[in-house]
């Protein structure tokens, strides 16, 4: 029962350039979304999706891209990569009626 | 607006000592579900409770209780005997009925000594 995998766990780029976060459930569930979690500043909505083919900004959306073809993906990209950037990324998944499910997060680092 | 304050930053307990973790929320909306979770050394994030807006009973779960008052919005978060386990970050969070726009507080950082 694999819940929400996202990939790579640990990444580092150099400022400029891009990259892709991937993450995947395997629930089934409607919603997803992406934080940062930043020191002191709790979890931060990035991007969110309330099914496939329907995205919207969360929080913080400066900087990322999203899309969701499918109900089981939803990849976030960094279109150049800037070290205000540097954080930890978590994926979500959920539905009415249940708690956020977590992915393992990715912690990114641009220099 | 929406809004999750966890004023106590850090907090440092010796094993077996009780705690409590503060959560003050702000919102307009009548029906909204608060929740906790908890972020250990590994990093990853442990969903502990969901309480809807309509439901003020307060919870226990093992040494884990949770104190849901509206009137003062807050929902905070109390470890009875307290074990180097339970060091962790805690995050108390919120988002509207129908809505999974979640926000998150800024997290407490529970330190239990041995």
């Known amino acids: 029962n694999a819940g929400v995998t996202q990939t790579p766990k640990f990444q580092v780029l150099k400022t400029g350039q891009s990259m892709t976060l991937q993450c995947a459930q395997d629930?089934?569930?409607?919603?997803m979304s992406w934080y940062r979690q930043d020191p002191g500043m709790g979890l931060r909505l990035i991007h969110y999706?309330?099914?496939?083919?329907?995205?919207d900004q969360g929080e913080v959306p400066n900087g990322y891209n999203v899309s969701r073809s499918t109900t089981e993906d939803f990849p976030l990209r960094l279109l150049s990569a800037a070290p205000s950037q540097t954080s930890v990324y978590f994926c979500?998944?959920?539905?009415?009626?249940?708690?956020?499910?977590f992915g393992q997060g990715t912690r990114l680092t641009v220099v | 607006a929406q809004k999750v304050t966890q004023a106590q930053t850090e907090i440092s307990v010796v094993e077996k000592e009780d705690v409590t973790l503060d959560c003050v929320y702000e919102?307009?909306?009548?029906?909204?579900?608060l929740f906790w979770y908890k972020q250990p050394p590994s990093g990853e994030l442990v969903f502990l409770i969901r309480?809807?807006?309509?439901?003020?009973q307060n919870e226990i779960s093992g040494r884990y209780s949770w104190n849901f008052q509206k009137s003062t919005s807050s929902f905070n978060f109390t470890i009875t005997a307290s074990q180097v386990v339970d060091s962790a970050v805690y995050f108390c969070?919120?988002?509207?009925?129908?809505?999974?726009?979640?926000?998150f507080g800024a997290g407490t950082r529970l330190f239990v000594k041995a």
């Open positions: 629930m089934n569930h409607e919603y």
């Open positions: 999706s309330v099914g496939a083919g329907i995205t």
């Open positions: 969070a919120l988002n509207k009925w129908g809505s999974f726009k979640t926000i």
């Open positions: 979500a998944a959920e539905t009415e009626g249940t708690e956020a499910f």
């Open positions: 309480r809807n807006s309509f439901d003020e």
């Open positions: 919102t307009r909306d009548t029906t909204y579900y």
